[in-house]
């Protein structure tokens, strides 16, 4: 059984129709990566998953437990419980700037009281050793630079344990040569067995760390498949388009 | 002269801190909860406070001393309050509609990201207000908020308005006795005050300043 289904999901701002009705299903420890071009709805998508935005329209299920269904009234509660199946990697980082990096870290599952203090401690210097800050876990952000920032987001992020990490363009606000360190951190974490949602548009890396590529446009999802079908032999003529267009930008 | 003077002028003083303490204990906290009606979702309640704090702010404290301490007796025959009572009342409010706009000015420039990186993170609204949005306020409010304490300090000399003894009263008492300096006096007592709460501030602001942002 998937993991995560997405059934229909539409949104509207206004008289903007966002998503028109999107649909699909990840499996457990799948990397999903979604490109396509601003405006097409990704972040949408990604905000909505995380409940930051609500669908007029649509399910969500986590491990065939349905979480969202439009139309349903849900209690702030019932919305928080549902929040943690998922984590979300913003693109600015969003770190607590009076907080340091451990206290980012760790603010949340001690509020939460995932584990003891020290344990989660213990944890989150654990985190920062694979993102590699573990030197830097009494700086605060702003000693930072944009990757390392991301870095500890991505860290933070981690902390709740969530069954899908989402990545809302990680890489967008970070100098060039930052990017680098930011998509290897995510990299690395695909080898322990993480189902996670990655908008990107870097092409050479959804390419590489995805194992389904949903190529989306217009509100809708006009390509799903393998990075080698999508990219290589793709289907929509639009998504030819699209790929044509990065390769003569780069 | 100067001791006995100095010992009364004390005296006065007293009060007028008092009614500076008091009144930054009530308006304080009563400023959030002015605050918080005034960001309300919920519309009536929102024109009603700004209304309110309309009505407070555009009009002199004096005025409201006066009304809180005589209005009740004379418009409903209820019993008046002790002065000094009156005096906290007017102060509490008139304080906290001043302090709720520094604090609304505070928590709106919060970026939105704040907040929605405390909700994926599952934390509760009382959470993300307490741990992620009010620190950084009040870092934010820190120049505001030192304006306002020491207008207060000064504006405790009108609670003799409605006959509480403060020390601006305590100085002019002495006139009638040929003395006109302790008058003048009484304003070292102001300046020393409010030179004290500059550096406190002062010391406040540098301890804030361990991160930015």
């Not at chain 1, 590699?132 to 902390?159: E, K, M």
């Not at chain 2, 006995?4 to 008091?22: C, H, I, M, R, Y």
């Not at chain 2, 301490?69 to 002065?83: N, T, V």
């Not at chain 2, 405390?118 to 120049?143: D, E, H, N, S, Y």
């Amino acid at each position: 059984m998937a993991l995560l289904e997405v059934k229909n999901i539409k949104k509207s701002f206004g008289k903007t129709e966002v998503l028109k009705g999107v649909s699909f299903t990840l499996e457990k420890g799948q990397v999903l990566a979604i490109i396509g071009s601003s405006g097409s709805g990704k972040t949408t998508l990604l905000r909505s998953l995380n409940f930051l935005e609500t669908p007029d329209e649509g399910e969500i299920l986590v491990g065939g437990k349905q979480l969202f269904s439009a139309g349903v009234k849900y209690t702030d509660d019932q919305v928080r419980e549902n929040r943690l199946h998922f984590g979300l990697v913003f693109q600015n980082f969003n770190l607590f700037p009076h907080y340091n990096v451990l206290e980012n870290i760790t603010l949340a599952p001690n509020l939460l009281n995932i584990a003891s203090p020290e344990e989660n401690k213990v944890t989150a210097m654990h985190l920062l050793e694979q993102v590699g800050l573990a030197d830097r876990a009494n700086a605060y952000p702003y000693q930072l630079s944009g990757g390392q920032q991301q870095r500890v987001a991505i860290a933070r992020a981690w902390a709740m344990h969530p069954e899908v990490l989402c990545f809302d363009e990680p890489t967008s606000a970070l100098d060039p040569e930052l990017t680098g360190e930011v998509l290897r951190v995510i990299k690395g974490l695909k080898g322990e067995d993480r189902t996670m949602i990655v908008v990107t548009h870097e092409m050479d890396f959804a390419k590489s760390v995805a194992d389904v590529i949903i190529y989306m446009a217009d509100g809708v999802i006009e390509e799903m498949g393998t990075p080698e079908e999508v990219f290589d032999h793709p289907k929509s003529e639009k998504t030819r388009a699209f790929l044509q267009g990065f390769h003569e930008s780069y | 002269m100067f001791i006995p003077v100095t010992l009364q002028l004390l005296d006065g003083f007293w009060e007028s801190l008092k009614v500076f303490l008091l009144t930054l204990a009530f308006s304080l906290p009563l400023g959030l909860i002015v605050c918080f009606g005034s960001m309300s979702k919920f519309s009536p309640l929102k024109a009603l406070i700004k209304c309110f704090v309309w009505v407070i702010r555009g009009t002199p404290l004096m005025l409201q001393l006066i009304i809180i301490f005589y209005g009740p007796g004379l418009l409903f025959d209820l019993p008046a309050m002790p002065r000094f009572t009156a005096t906290i009342v007017a102060f509490a409010i008139n304080y906290a509609c001043y302090f709720s706009e520094i604090y609304r000015g505070g928590i709106e420039s919060i970026a939105k990201g704040q907040y929605e990186a405390g909700q994926v993170l599952g934390l509760t609204k009382g959470q993300i207000f307490f741990k992620i949005v009010l620190p950084q306020v009040i870092k934010r409010i820190m120049a505001p908020m030192s304006n306002e304490v020491i207008t207060l300090v000064k504006d405790t000399s009108l609670a003799r308005i409605i006959s509480v003894y403060e020390i601006i009263w305590a100085g002019e008492s002495f006139i009638k006795k040929g003395l006109l300096w302790p008058l003048f006096y009484t304003g070292a007592f102001y300046l020393l005050f409010n030179g004290g709460l500059t550096l406190l501030f002062g010391y406040i602001e540098k301890k804030l300043n361990y991160y930015r942002g």
